[in-house]
């Protein structure tokens, strides 16, 4: 099992460009997230997707938009890329345990925006 | 708005001290996780309380929730070089979990 995976690993971008970072996992799980951390902030949920078909908006929602393609992938696009979003992105997945959810990370996409 | 705050937020000490992280709210969380990353790494999950009062020991990690459930703490024995990483406590909010700052833990061989 590979968990989840990210890609790109490191991307650089300059202003007003547009990308799409891709997120997979293989564990069958049913929600997906995106995250972005940021030094000093800890992680912030950008958006989150509960179950195949559905997404929801996070705490930092603005400047980005997602697809959950099916059950596996879940992906994170800029539209038109701003210096503010120079961050770390994590995805993660998570099955529910009882009361409370196990999430499980990616190694992250390393984002900066000139 | 709920948040999580940690201290320190820096911590450097020697091979075989013990430790005590912290992480604290004003607002009452149905659960409280705590995560170990990295360098280059996404946050990896060690432990979840979810019962006022609660305690788990995780070898030589201990990790209490406190009686209203608004408070974590993070004990550390006999601390490793392997013990050197990110610390981040994560309580069940409005939108799913929410992340405290971290703690940056060094420990010197």
């Known amino acids: 099992n590979a968990g989840v995976t990210q890609t790109p690993k490191f991307q650089v971008l300059k202003t007003g460009q547009s990308m799409t970072l891709q997120c997979a996992q293989d564990m069958n799980h049913n929600s997906m997230y995106w995250y972005r951390q940021d030094p000093g902030m800890g992680l912030r949920l950008i958006y989150y997707?509960?179950?195949?078909?559905?997404?929801d908006k996070g705490e930092v929602p603005n400047g980005y938009n997602v697809s959950r393609l099916n059950k596996r992938e879940f992906s994170l696009r800029l539209e038109s890329a701003a210096p503010s979003q120079t961050s770390v992105y994590f995805c993660a997945s998570s099955s529910v345990v009882a009361s409370y959810n196990e999430q499980f990370f990616g190694p992250g996409t390393r984002l900066t925006v000139l | 708005t709920q948040l999580l705050e940690q201290s320190p937020q820096f911590l450097s000490i020697q091979e075989g001290e013990n430790l005590t992280v912290y992480c604290n709210s004003s607002?009452?969380?149905?659960?409280l996780q705590w995560y170990r990353q990295e360098p280059g790494e996404g946050p990896v999950l060690l432990v979840t309380?979810?019962?006022?009062?609660e305690v788990k020991k995780l070898k030589r990690l201990t990790f209490q929730f406190g009686d209203a459930r608004k408070d974590s703490s993070l004990h550390i024995t006999a601390a490793q070089p392997g013990d050197t990483g990110l610390y981040l406590c994560a309580g069940r909010g409005t939108y799913k979990y929410i992340f405290g700052t971290g703690t940056r833990l060094k420990v010197l061989a």
């Open positions: 309380v979810v019962t006022g009062g």
């Open positions: 607002s009452v969380f149905s659960s």
């Open positions: 997707s509960a179950s195949e078909g559905t997404t």
